[in-house]
Structures are given as C-alpha cells and as structure tokens.
C-alpha cells in the first residue's frame, strides 16, 4: 500500500501571491476522520470540542466540533488509523475516515479573508471567526466545511468539500484569490477566454 | 476646446494632461478629470444625440449621472453615461440611436408625427390585424432606442461581485454622509461609505470655497478612519430584508463593474437631494439646463455652459448659478425669480435656445435657459424599505413618512434643509445613533454565533433617538408653466401625454406611469417622478398630496446586467478518473452536475466489447450513503417498498422508493457489509434528495432511532467490471475475495484489497446483463485500480465504456432507469416492479398510496417494445398513438439500436389495453410519420432469463 501514492483531486500543489499576502494550498492528504457520537458517549466525552469550535490535542492533531454531536479530526498524513484508533467506540458510535472523500484547501494571508469574501456570503471577521472557529457554509456555490486554523500568526482557513467539487472549488477559489496578485495557472481559470 | 474657461478654483481636470479621444469620428481633446460630457462642451457641442421617440435633438441638462439626454456609445459599449463618466484617451464616442448621422435624423419625422403617436399609441396601432405583427415586430426594432453591443468582439471580461458585513452602511457621501459615517465609525462601528459620484462632497463640490474646503476636509477624515471603508462611483441599487443591500460599484481595477453585496447593521440613507427640470415649451432644446449643470460645468471642469444666459430661480441654487455664470463670463440677460411669481412660458430654437418668451410678455434672445425651480427627494431606499413618502406643498417636495424600521435612518437633505454645517451635524446624531444601534445588534450576533468567542466588550445602552430634525425650507411649487413640455425625457413623454392618459382614465399615478411609461426610463423618476405627479394633480384637479406616488423599487438607477451576473460559479463535479477519461478521448456528457465520459469515439462497439470481453465504466456518480447502527434496517423498511430485515450479512439487495403519492422516486441496491453497517447507493440525480430524505426521517419523525448516514459519494470511486471476462480479470487483481460463484454469488458484497488498495467494497450485481462486479475503491486510489484493471486485462479484451454504451446495455437487459422510463406520475405498478412491492408491511412510505395504485387497472405499463421494421429507431418521447387517429396511448422512454440483435430495441409506457405481449401499436414519429412495433413478453431484450449475469 505505502506506494500507492493518494491522488488529489487538486494537483497543482500550493500557489502565492508575488506579494505573498494570500497563499492557496491542496491540504487534500491530510488525515480526515469524522466521529458521531451521541452526548454521554465516552468518545463524545473525550473529544470534549464544543460545536463551532477546534483545538490541538495532546497529538497534535486539530479536533473540531463540527456539527451538534459530530466531530472532525484532521491530522497529518497517514495518521488515520491512529487517529480512528484514539476515538473510544462504546456506546451509539461511528467513526469514519474521509480522508478520500473531501478535498481541503488551505487559504493563507493578510489577504485571506478578503479573497474569500469575493465569494462567501459569511461574516468571515475575526470577531464573527475567530481563530479556531468552526462552521459550515457555502464557498463559490460549493457546499464546504471549515476551520479558522491561522498559521504563524496569519490568518489561515482549512476549507474542504466532497471530493467531486475539490476542483471547481480550488478554481473558483484561486479565481478569487486573483484581486490581490495570485497568478492562476494556465487551464484552471474560472472564465477561459 | 472653445467653451474651456481659465482655471476655476475647484476645477477637478488636471491641465497637464490632456486625453485624445473622437466625437463621432472626429479627433477631440479633453482633460483628465473631465466627464465626456464636459469635455465634449468645452469643445463646443451642443447637441449629443436625440431622444427616443421624437429623435429630438438633445443637449445637456443637468450635467451628472442622471442627465437624460448623455447615453452614449464608448467603443463597444452602449448607454455610457456621459454626464458621469470619466474621460479616457482613446475613447471612440459616438451618438446613439440615429441614421443616418446625428445632424440630420430620418427618425426625426416623428416630430411630425407626433399628434398620432401618444400615449398607447402601440397598444392601440399594432393590435390588428394580427396576421401582421411578425412584420411590425421587424420594422419596431429598427426604432429601438439605445446603442449597439459587439458582444462576439467585446474584451469586456467577467464582471465581479463581493460579500460585506458593515455595522453601519451609509448611502451618500456629501455633507451628511460624510458626517454620520465618521460618526459612527469614531463611535467604534464598521462602516462602508457609498458615494455615487467618483469624489466625495456631493454637492460642495461645486460649492464656494468654504464648501469645497470643507468637503476636502471630510473627506480625507472619512479616507483616513480606519473603521471606514469609502467606495466611490458606487450606487447603493436596491435595500432588501434584514438590510440586504446591493452596491454596484462601477470604477474598480479588476472588472468593469462590481456588486457589492453588503448586508449592514443599520443603513443611513442619505443621497442628498437631486434638481428637477420645469416643464415649458422647448424645454428640451440644447442649452436649457438645470442650475446644477451650469455649476457642476462651470466650477468642476471649467466650461462656459454658453454665451447669454435667461435664469429663472425658486432658490439658493438659481440664485448661485446667476453669480457662477456671470464669473464664467456668461452674459445673464435676465434672471426671473420664481417667488417672484415670475417665470419662463417657451423657448424656441433648434439645435440651440434662440428666444426665451417670459410670464410677463417679454421675447429674450438668449442661447442658454438655466432653471432652478426645486428638488426631488430620492426617498428610492426608504419605499424599499416600506415607506410611502408624504408631499409636503410648503417646502414643495416629498418626505419620509417616518415609517420606516429601526435599521434604516435617513440623514441630510431627505429629511429638511440646512446649512452646511446644519447637513453635518444631522449626519453626525444619525450616525452615532445608526452605530448604537449596530454595535448593540453586533454584540448579539457575536454572543449568539456558535463559531464566534463571546464578546469582550459590553453592550452598547441603547440610545434614544433624539435627534433634531432639519428644517424644511419654503419653496414654491414651480412644476409646469402655462405651455406642455416634456416631463420624462428618457421615454419622451410630455405632460400633454400625461393629460391625455388622465382623460382616457388612467388618472392613477400608478396607471399612468403604466400607461405612458412616464418614469420609466434610465432615470428612474429622479427627475421626472415629481413634475409627473404634479401634471396628474392639475389635470385631475386635485391637491398634489392626495395624488399619491409611484413606488420605487430596486435598482435605484439602471444596472448592468454583467454586474447582476458576477463571476459564474456553475460547479461541476468529477471523479477521481476524470482527468484519465479526458486524456483518452473521452466525449464529455453533463449529467446534472457531474461531467462525465459519454463514450470513447464508438459506443456501439464499446457494448459490444462487453458482450464479448470485459468493460470498465466509472459509474462514480452513483450516490452512495454509508448507514450505520442497530436501526438501519427500520430504516430501509420505512423507505423501501420490499422487505429489509432478513437481509444477510454479505448480501445485497435491489430497492425501489416510492414517494408519499405512490410515485417511483429513487432505486439502487444497497449492500449490508457488517452487522451494523451497509452501503446504499441511489440514482446518480437522487443522492442528494434521498440524503436529505433520510436525515429528514431521522432527525424529525424517528429521532429515538440509532441510524448514522454518512454521504460517501465522491470518497468512493465506483468502476464497474463488466462481461463474461470480469471474474478472470478480478481473480488476478483481488488479493483476499474468493470470487468463485459459489463463494461470491449474484447478489453479494464482500470487502477485500484490489490491485493492492485496501478496503474496497465488491458487489456482484448486473446493470448491463453480464457478469459484473461493481467495485467501490477510495477514491485518491481510484486511478491507480482502474489503470490496473486495464493493463491487467490488456489480453482479456479490457476496455473502458461510456455512459452511451452502458445505457444501450441496460437497454438491451431491459433495466428502466428512474426519471427516464418513470416520469412524476409513475407508479410502482408502471414500472412493473411486481412481487418486489410487500404490500403486507406495516409502514413504508407511500404505502396506502401503493395499496390504491395495485387495485386500478387504469395506470400505464412499462413494456419492451420492438418496432416492425428493425432499421428504425423511434426517438424518445415519441407518442404511441391510436391507430390513425392522435389519441395519445403511450410514449417510447428509451430507445437505442442494439448491436448484440441488430436491431432497433425501446423501453415505453402504454396503455393496459395494448401492454400485452405481441400487441401491435403504433408509433407517431417526430416527421409525423406513423410506424408500427409490437410490444414484448419481457422488458428484456437479451437474455431475460439473466443465464449471462448468475454465472
């Protein structure tokens, strides 16, 4: 198995802008499980994230409520067995591993919220999305979830969708991401002429 | 440039740079701050195109966004408002809607005319005779106003669009926008600031010098504040719920224009206020202008409006535009003061005023007429709003009714008069009470927004609004003098016309602004809304008040429709196979929102190979729902019409939905892989309605149900394997399966390692009526199993088939597919699902429905159909008829030549009377030619036994 290499949907790795101010990645490969747990289970008491929410744990991996009694759990590559392994199952339990099933982009920069804004309708301030927050919301008509995951200090949002979409959102994303410098690659344009 | 005057002193062209540009073809120069207009007056042109229906020769009027007679053509953009837009070097400019040139105009013949063209004069000329409208149409066309679009030449791009969330949206920067959005933005509010002219000031821009400094002044305190966010040559279009406002900014480096969808806190309305023209005789002949044009002409861009000057004045602007014109060098000949009691009776002149006759007798030879005789109130975003502006006779103009919701306030000259200063300081309360009000409404949204941290800082009190309002200065009523003139010189309508309507009984404001298109054009009613209303009063004999307004609605001034559009985001989903599908010459198939491989060049020899040999099609599309927990099979009963309970572990079954009416709304196979775990699969269009199907039932009617449904549609990838050499094929690839038929019969599941990838789901099942097996593989591995498949089977026949070959397949095996061969009245017995339908369950949905449709013996039967003559095949949806006649009896759902027979093969609904086997029918082609075919024993063409799928 370890040579079988993941294919993303999204191959065009990481973009920036000259100026740097937005950054747009494929995060397709991270480690993604969801856990459903109904309250009073062991697993829901372990993960302990409130709805709307993430945080670190002890592994490093990022832990988010993602809806009433739903967690996702997004790790480092390869980390899923591990991470699926971690969750208790007693009790109304599932966990799933996504990995394959939800393409993820990582939006980057002093201009991130404002590229994204072109094309979501959220209130995407840090005081509405603060770092860590956690929420649900359509992205250039693509259904996604999301988690405000700033990085080094920048802002930074983990964004992913049904695999089927990951490219038509990485497109319509970079689309965005164009206002302030990102050069989109030849072929991915939302509006070929 | 003849009319171009020494340097004003709020001149806003920069002299230094001079812009090229042409003027109906001739070379011409303007300056950089110009408006084309105004660079088109200081080189001396007075007539800028015609007007609608008369083709009347037209010049500028009020100089600014709203002039009437400014649409222009740029290159190959129609309808530029001149009067606003921003000179550019090379623009081409040109007349709009004239012919053959804009001197001399065969349309202009309608002046002539004129007596029998009024209003409804097409409703009432074009109605007969009938026979002739195509004609009328044709000839209508060549007299459509407006200017001309290149669009398969047009570099225009793609327009664009944002989100905003302000706490306080301020519409208007003069004075007392510039005011409340500084107020609210010092008070700790976010504010977007929406100026419709490209600099800020309104109208001390073209004040005196303690206007204009302190227009500079404010705004730079707005450009500086970082709480503000100032957006110029941007229209706040429309106010919807909840403060859903539409901006279309029209000036920005990335597109030609943008929407900005803003959804504030609280909205100041503040636009200001915009002059109205006087209706007389000839007053809309070039060189009749409005005071603020002469202003706006004289002080931004420093251009002599003419030589010698007749001023009739009601107020403070008039009697500035007389001391502007005379420092302009304008000879005034005479200045009429309204309140006086005097006025202008006619102009006369062609392509330029010549003669001014006045109240008092005099006849004055003048080639300029400047009228300052008062203000419409663009109350535009308070009736969207809901309010219904009441007329106030002694300040001569409309006011806001006060109805209005606590999210929207109104600032400035919409609520009274006032100095400067007075203007600043009425903004300044609305904005610090329109940011109370949001940052009291944002503390809420932030404490109640599950993703937000809650709030560090305390909940604004709430402010009373004690605001004073502005005074409302006396103006008089200057409407109409003793002649007609035109009222809306957009559509051409005069207030003779609007006399006209009120006789014929359309003597509502509302009917007749339907009935002579009186505000109805590019301007909105900003200029003509008023004189409308006050023509309507007078001929009615009725006061103004009691005529009532017209409701204005979204947009506030016309928008283009690229804006309304933005960028596009139409998604399209693909597989993980996609990319390879492409690269070997795939034709690509939309199938809603899926792209998908229709065939590879040669469907037909496509299913052959997989009669013979062995197939791959990516059928990823399938919807496919991972259910989990103890109650999963309640679940399947509840949505299925056959029985779930029994179902073993390692099996699969075949299911059809039905929905509460008894129609077929879904199907699929769903396979149990563990105790408390199955896999679902639905109809490629019905995985989405199913899901939210399922969640629906378990989150709202069975809640006490332990049932987890998890859509895994696009994580799996699905390639089915297809043709009597698909088990050697898989025998080579799957490590961990016993894939004989006796360990893996027809109807089963089984979890295993393909081509080394782990836990991908196999199920034996036959859409195409081979030997097949569906294999679910996670989809960032999919690539790799299908180009193993391939390589592997290279010496069996392995082959990749498209979606035509796979439907001709099924076709052959007589599988109907849900939405194709059912339709929205389909029952279960149409479809001819038979023993599959437990009528003995105590609950499923649909079921008493399902009770009543197998008692009727009238519903239609889904039946195999072959025509006589087998080189035919009739197109779906071509109706099976009675005989001769054209009493419909059926219709053909599916049709495909079959390269296994040879042979036309169909799929139809018919009637019971003509459902059984050999029954002859016939069919009533789309050339109108009726052919016959005989209906057949089974659905299935070939192998109805399915001797080929269980081996």
Known sequence: MSEITMQSPVDVGSISASDGSVTLSDAYATTKVQVRAATGTAAAATLDVPYGSSTRNVDGDLVCGTRPDEWTIYGNPGRSAAIVASVPTEGFVTVIDITHGRAMLRVTGSNATAALSKICNLDLSDELTPNGAVFSGSLGSVSCDWVRADEGGETSFLISCERSFGKFLFIAVADACTEFGLSVPRGWELHPH | MSNRLPTQPGEVIDRSKSLSFTWNGRAVTGFEGDTIASALAANGVDVFGRSMKYHRKRGIMTADHWDPNLFLQVGDEPNVRAGSRKLQAGMVVSTQNVWPSLKFDLAAANQLLGRFLSSGFYYKTFMRPRFLWPLYQK???????????????????????????????????????????????????????????????????????????????????????????????????????????????????????????????????????????????????????????????????????????????????????????????????????????????????????????????????????????????????????????????????????????????????????????????????????????????????????????????????????????????????????????????????????????????????????????????????????????????????????????????????????????????????????????????????????????????????????????????????????????????????????????????????????????????????????????????????????????????????????????????????????????????????????????????????????????????????????????EIHVPSGHALHVWEALLETGADLGCAPFGVEAQRILRLEKGHYIVGQDTDGLSKAPTAGLGGLVKLDKTDTLGLPELKHAYERDDLPILVGIQTVDGTIVPEEAAQIVDGDSNRIMGRITSSRMSPTLGRSICLGQVDPSLSAAGTEITVLMADGKRIKATVQEHHAHVDHEGARQRV
């Open chain 2, 139 to 773: 000839v209508l066309r060549k007299f459509a106003p407006g200017g001309e679009i290149h669009w398969k030449t047009s570099k225009h791009g793609a327009y664009d669009k944002r989100y905003a969330h302000p706490d306080v949206l301020v519409a208007g920067g003069g004075p007392a926008g510039m005011g409340a959005a500084l107020a609210a933005a010092d008070s700790g509010a976010r504010v977007m600031l929406v100026e419709h002219y490209t600099e800020l000031g309104g109208h001390l821009r073209w004040g005196d010098d303690a206007q204009r400094a302190r227009a500079a002044e404010l705004g730079s305190a707005c450009e500086a504040h970082p709480n503000v966010e100032v957006l110029v040559d941007s229209t706040v279009t429309g106010r919807y719920d909840h403060n859903w406002i539409a901006v279309n900014q029209r000036s920005h480096p990335i597109a030609p224009e943008r929407l900005v969808k803003a959804r504030a806190g609280v909205m100041v309305v503040a636009p200001g206020l915009i002059e109205r023209p006087y209706v007389f005789a000839g007053n809309d002949t070039p060189g009749v202008l409005l005071a603020g044009a002469a202003r706006r002409l004289i002080n931004l861009y420093a251009v002599r409006p003419g030589e010698k000057a007749v001023v009739m004045t009601a107020n403070e602007e008039g009697d500035a535009a007389v001391a502007d014109l005379d420092r302009a060098g304008v000879e005034v000949v005479a200045v009429l003061d309204a309140r006086k009691g005097e006025g202008i009776v006619s102009v006369e002149g062609k392509g330029r005023v010549t003669k001014v006759t006045t109240t008092d007798g005099r006849t004055l030879s003048a080639d300029t007429v400047v009228t300052a005789t008062g203000w419409t109130a663009p109350t535009s975003l308070l009736n969207m709003a809901g309010d219904r502006p009441i007329y106030d006779p002694s300040a001569a103009r409309y006011f806001s009714s006060g109805d209005l919701p606590p999210n929207l306030l109104v600032a400035g000259g919409v609520d009274g008069d006032g100095s400067t200063d007075d203007l600043e300081a009425h903004g300044r309360a609305t904005g610090a009470l329109a940011a109370n009000r949001a940052l009291r409404r944002r503390h809420d949204r932030v404490s109640q927004t599950a993703r937000a941290n809650p709030p560090t800082w305390e909940k604004p009190t709430e402010m009373a609004d004690d605001r004073t309002p502005l005074a409302r200065s006396a103006h008089p009523e200057c409407y109409r003098s003793s002649t007609h003139g035109m009222v809306d010189f957009s559509e051409d309508v005069s207030s003779k016309d609007l006399v006209q309507a009120s006789k014929e009984g359309f003597d509502s404001i509302e009917l007749m602004k339907r009935y002579t298109t009186v505000t109805m054009g590019p301007a909105q009613g900003k200029l003509e809304t008023v004189n409308a209303a006050a023509v309507l009063a007078d001929a009615n004999q009725v006061a103004m008040a009691d005529i009532g307004t017209t409701v204005w609605r979204p947009p506030y001034s016309p928008i283009s429709l690229g804006a309304l559009a933005g960028r596009i985001h139409e998604p399209v989903r693909r597989s993980a196979l996609q990319d390879w599908h492409e690269a070997h010459g795939a034709s690509p198939l939309l199938a809603g929102q899926w792209i998908r491989p229709d065939h590879y060049g040669d469907a037909m020899a496509e299913a052959t190979n997989v009669r013979s040999n062995v197939g791959l099609i990516d059928v990823t599309p399938l919807g496919k729902l991972d259910l989990r927990g103890p109650d999963v099979p309640k679940l399947l009963e509840l949505v299925y019409v056959n029985k779930w309970q029994k179902l073993e572990v390692g099996r699969v079954r075949y299911g059809t939905m039905v929905a509460e009416d008894g129609v077929v709304s879904d199907d699929g196979v769903t396979g149990r892989l563990g105790e408390n775990h199955w896999l679902m699969t639905t109809t490629s269009s019905g995985a989405g309605a199913v899901w939210e199907m399922l969640e629906d039932w378990l989150q709202t009617y069975k809640p006490e149900w332990d049932v987890h449904v998890t859509a895994v549609t696009g994580g799996l990838t699905s390639i089915n394997v297809a043709g009597p050499n698909s088990r050697t094929l898989l025998d080579r690839l799957v490590e961990d399966v016993d894939l004989s038929a006796e360990a893996f019969p027809y109807f089963s599941v089984r979890t295993g390692a393909v081509a080394g990838v782990q836990n991908c789901i196999i199920w034996r099942i036959g859409f195409t009526g081979e030997l097949s097996y």
